[in-house]
């Protein structure tokens, strides 16, 4: 069981608009850890979506952007593409377990 | 840019040790912080630990303490990460990332697929 925890689907039709939360606790997320998000495409490595929380490395376009609430950092991805259709997972770090800490991860279907 | 390639897969047999190895290239090894993450279908992405740049020591995640050894070889811009006394649980593909800022990780190597079988 995941420390932070992702719903395990979430889909939308072309053009639309989904979110994709990740809950976590007292010991990551709403200790005031910055969230940040991969996406991963089938066989290869995991890619840097959001880091810190709300910001985009070079080249990822600004269709997708990151938020924070309390205990839950939310994914919020915008005009949807084929493209986009693959698994996104959140990453935190966790204060009790001293360590880096992931979800289980969302696969987004483009409907 | 940093460019991070990995050894090839491995078979091993329950009980045994696995060393995956990790080139740096684009950046000096000693001046990364440079981490190790596996991933599983059962538990999703595990971080297993890495260098903490804060404390300048190798640290390692509970579960792997005693198990796992994390190496570098700063002459070659080489990481290396060893696991023994493998199980079936072990099988995984295994990556190296860098982690920067202390807490996310923006360059990750292909992975290396760790199959262990009796």
């Not at chain 1, 309390?70 to 997972?89: H, K, R, W």
């Not at chain 2, 912080?33 to 595990?46: C, F, I, N």
Request: proline fraction near 4%.
């Amino acid at each position: 069981q995941s420390v932070l925890t992702q719903p395990p689907s979430v889909s939308g039709a072309p053009g639309q608009r989904v979110t994709i939360s990740c809950t976590g606790s007292s010991s990551n997320i709403g200790a005031d850890y910055d969230v940040h998000w991969y996406q991963q495409r089938p066989g290869t490595a995991p890619k840097l979506l959001i880091f810190g929380t709300t910001y985009r490395p070079s080249g990822v376009p600004d269709r997708f952007s990151g938020s924070k609430s309390g205990t839950t950092a939310s994914l919020a991805i915008t005009g949807l593409q084929a493209d986009d259709e693959v698994d996104y997972y959140c990453q935190s770090f966790d204060s009790s377990l001293s360590g880096w800490v992931f979800g289980a991860g969302t696969k987004l279907t483009v409907l | 840019q940093v460019h991070l390639e990995q050894s090839g897969a491995e078979v091993k047999k329950t009980g045994a040790s696995v060393k995956v190895s990790c080139q740096v290239s684009g950046h000096a090894l000693s001046e990364l912080s440079m981490h190790w993450v596996r991933q599983t279908p059962k538990e999703g992405l595990v971080s297993m630990g890495g260098f903490d740049p804060q404390d300048g020591v190798t640290i390692y995640a509970q579960r792997f303490q005693g198990r796992v050894t994390m190496t570098e070889d700063t002459s070659t811009d080489t990481a290396y990460m060893e696991l023994s006394n493998l199980t079936s649980e072990d099988t995984a593909i295994y990556f190296c990332a860098t982690l920067t800022g202390g807490y996310y990780f923006d360059h990750w190597g292909q992975g290396t697929l760790v199959t262990v079988s009796s």
